[in-house]
């Protein structure tokens, strides 16, 4: 009676399986929407490289400006 029962189950999760559903045809989708999400993700515009631009600029330059007054600084009066 056990064995009949889970045979049974057995049976109607292969038929399950083997028939193509609406789960497995949106599975197949996904990947796509993904991608579409990812290519429109990566859109840059002109004013997102413009901010990531200034962005860098204003954490190097500060430096740029330290290192270059020092050696000004270190040439005036060193080797006048």
């Given at each position: 009676?056990?064995?009949?029962?889970?045979?049974?189950?057995?049976?109607?999760?292969?038929?399950?399986?083997?028939?193509?559903?609406?789960?497995?045809?949106?599975?197949?989708?996904?990947?796509?929407?993904?991608?579409?999400?990812?290519?429109?993700?990566?859109r840059l515009t002109f004013k997102d490289i413009l901010a990531m631009?200034?962005?860098?600029?204003?954490?190097?330059?500060?430096?740029?400006?330290?290192?270059?007054?020092?050696?000004?600084?270190?040439?005036?009066?060193?080797?006048?």
């Amino acid at each position: 009676m056990y064995n009949n029962r889970r045979v049974q189950e057995d049976l109607e999760r292969i038929r399950r399986a083997n028939q193509p559903s609406e789960r497995l045809r949106e599975t197949e989708e996904i990947p796509q929407k993904r991608n579409d999400a990812k290519s429109a993700a990566m859109r840059l515009t002109f004013k997102d490289i413009l901010a990531m631009t200034i962005a860098v600029l204003s954490l190097v330059l500060p430096y740029v400006f330290l290192i270059g007054g020092a050696a000004v600084l270190f040439m005036f009066l060193f080797l006048r």
